[in-house]
Structures are given as structure tokens and as C-alpha cells.
């Protein structure tokens, strides 16, 4: 077995990847990555394999309010970027932190488990090698969650995750069965594409449009005052009464939850496209029936090709035993830290309303000053341990989200944020602050236009 003992083993290469590498980086962390792909970017190239990327996707949090820490967007951007752009974005951070120049790139892990007080990592070629801790920055949508109805069907069943593009429904009948963004999404491209395009939903919504008075919601959330929780939730939803209207005489069910309470639906597309009858709601799918789809009232639709957006399983699979899961995801203090298993870290594993890749950048700011602290300030990095064993916070911001095992892992961005800062300040590690990683920065890469 290679000696890298002294080293960390950073696995993946996309957007959460990347960030751990530039945090470890920083504070002169020897660290070896790999990525099973041909680049950097993780499921923002279309041409990874496995990647849920479809081609009128974007992003779904606004350009301001998102990016990596002091690594903005370009302005050239729009408010909601497309996943191309997105992508080049990603590779720009790398190039300019040089971090692509490390990561062996077309290289997947196939076992990381324990060697000793090490861990030791299977690669696809059959070498192992051991590294004193493990970050897995995997993601978790590529295993989708593919549900079964009764009966049989004539026609073509397929996941979102195999969807790309809307000519694929071109002179074809289309039910979306669920609506959570990607279905949102893909619902539209039926409705300009498909002969007819249909949306099974077990629920109601509530749906926040990406503008309001013409700013970006998440942008617009963060420009006003920070409200209590028992007076902003009245406050957006008198807000969007006025704006969206009433959704049930488009065929909506009424929302049997609060606003907030489950993961947002933001999307305003879907309004144009029911408003004109282009897209129809369907209750939740009875059965099968041949080439027709039999619904929970009774109806039924004769459909030729059924779509699941129906979510994704979350799962670490070369990794999978060393967690602890409850719910189907595994158990992380911060959504990062594994409770049971010594400098075993998960880096992306969590559901947020707001500014993912900011959050990515705070989390590996805490797990790089760790594993400096093990060497240097092993005192500190202690005081931090008994935290992670004991210490159980609740990242929903006082938000009563609906049972499930989706929202089980699901953080407030205000509330983690808020969190975070407690926690550095109980343990004296530091925030990030502009020009921190000016030492590590190569290059400023030129933005192409898109």
C-alpha cells in the first residue's frame, strides 16, 4: 500500500470537491483527489455520465446570492444561470485556485474502509492507498428513486435522471409524475414540446416565482430585514397570494402544509403554461393500464411516455458501510462530520434553501481547520470532538418541515449560517473573510461568453 498517510483524500470533483480542496489548500493540507469523470464540474457537465443534467436547466438559486465565498459570478450572467454556464463557472474556480492540476481525473474509488487509525482507498485499478482522512464530495443525485404503480404499461417508463432534452417529447403524450423542481422544469419543456403534458401530484405546492417586483426571490429575502419565522411566513404568504394568485382552479391541490415547511417550489414557467392549458394537473397515479394511466379519481389519460421526478436515493456507495444512516441519509454533525468514524467526512450531503455553494465553502472552512488543528492544536481540534459527539442542533430555523426522509437532512441557510459562527467561536477557529485565499489563487480566468 502507497505511504500518503500524512495525506487527506478528497473524493469527487464537483462543486463541493472543489471547495474542499481549496480550504485544505489554504492552510497547506496535503490532500489527493479523484474524480471519476474527464473534468471538473460534477453533475453540471451534461457529458458526465450519470448526471441528472438536462439541457434547459438552471440554476435554481440567483446568481448574487450564490457562488463560492469572494468568487463571484460574473456580472455577464443572468440572474439565473444555465447549467453551461454554471459549469464553466465551476472550472473557472478550479483554474484560478489551480486546483485541476492535482486531481486525477478519470479515476473512480471503489472502497474506502478502515486501515488501522487510517483509512485506506480502493481505486478502479486496483490500488489501495492510505491517507489519514477521507471527504466525500460524491453528491447525491445519481441514484434515482424509481417508484412502481400497479399494472402494465404499453408505453415508455423512464427516470428524470435520463431526461436531456424536450425533443425527446416531440408528438408524444407526457406525464411528469411528481413536481418537485426538475419536474417543475421538465413539465414546461413537455408543455412547448409534447403533443399533451400531464403532472401527477400526491400534494399542493406552494409556488414561489424566481422574480418578485422584478428582483430575485432569494435575493429579494435578502435584502429586507431578517424576520421572525411567525411573521415572515404571513408576510411572503399575503405576498404571494397577490402575485401567484390562487393555484386550485388550475388544478392544484390546496397545499396541505405552511409556507417553508417543505423544500420550495420555485418556478414561474409553470404558471404560463397552466394558465394557457398547455400543462394539466393530475391526482396522484392508481394504476397502469396498457396505454392509458389510471388516476387516484377516477380519470384517466392515455399517455405514451411516463417521466418519474420523483427524487433521488441518497448514497455513498463506495463508503456506504462506513456510515451511520437514519432515514436513508447518513448521520453528519454540521452535515459534515462523521459522528462514529474519525476524520471521515461528508461534504454536500444536505438539502438548503439558499446559497448551496457558500454553505460548501463555510463547512470546508471548519474541516480544513480541524485537520490543521490534529497536527498543530491538538487541544483545539479535541475541544471540537467532544462536539461532535454531543452537541445535536437544530439547523431548521424553528421550521416544522413536513415528515420525510428528504426534509430529515434539510438546513435553514440562515439558521446554519447563524449556527456555524457559534461553533467557530466556542472552538477559536476563524471565519472566512475576503482575501483569505489570495496566497492560493493562480489566475483570474477569463469568463467566455456562453
Partial sequence: ?????????????GPAGLSAARALRRLDIAYEQFERHSGPGGIWDIDNPGTPMYESAHFISSRKCSGFYDFPMPDSYPDYPSNRQILQYTRDFAAAYGLSETIRFGTAVKAVEHAGDAWAVTLDDGTRHEYRAVICATGVTWTPSMPTHPGEFAGEIRHSSSYRSPEEFRGRRVLIVGLGNSGADIACDAASHADAAFVSVRRGYHLIPKHIFGIPSDEFAESGPQLPLWLERPVFTGMLRVIVGDLTKYGLPKPDHKLFETHPLLN?????????????????????AGDSVEFSDGSSEKIDVIVYATGYEWAIPYAAECFTW??????????????????LFGLGYLEVNSS?????????????????????????AARFERMI?????????????????????????????????????QVGWNDLSPGMFDRVRRREPAHPAL
Fill in 1 to 13: 500500500m502507497p505511504t500518503t498517510a500524512d495525506r487527506v483524500c478528497i473524493i469527487g470533483a
Fill in 268 to 288: 414561474s414557467q409553470l404558471i404560463h403554461y397552466l394558465q394557457h392549458g398547455d400543462v394539466a394537473i393530475r391526482p396522484d397515479v392508481a394504476r397502469l
Fill in 326 to 343: 437514519h432515514d436513508g441519509r447518513p448521520e453528519l454533525y454540521l452535515t459534515a462530520f462523521s459522528r462514529q468514524q474519525h476524520n
Fill in 356 to 380: 448551496a455553494y457558500t454553505l460548501f465553502d463555510h463547512i470546508s472552512n471548519l474541516v480544513a481547520q480541524y485537520l490543521h488543528d490534529q497536527e498543530h492544536r491538538p487541544e483545539r
Fill in 389 to 425: 459527539a454531543t452537541d445535536h442542533p437544530d439547523l431548521t430555523g424553528g421550521i416544522k418541515l413536513v415528515h420525510s426522509p428528504r426534509h430529515s437532512s434539510y438546513v435553514d441557510s440562515h439558521a446554519f449560517h447563524k449556527y456555524l459562527a457559534k461553533v467557530r467561536k
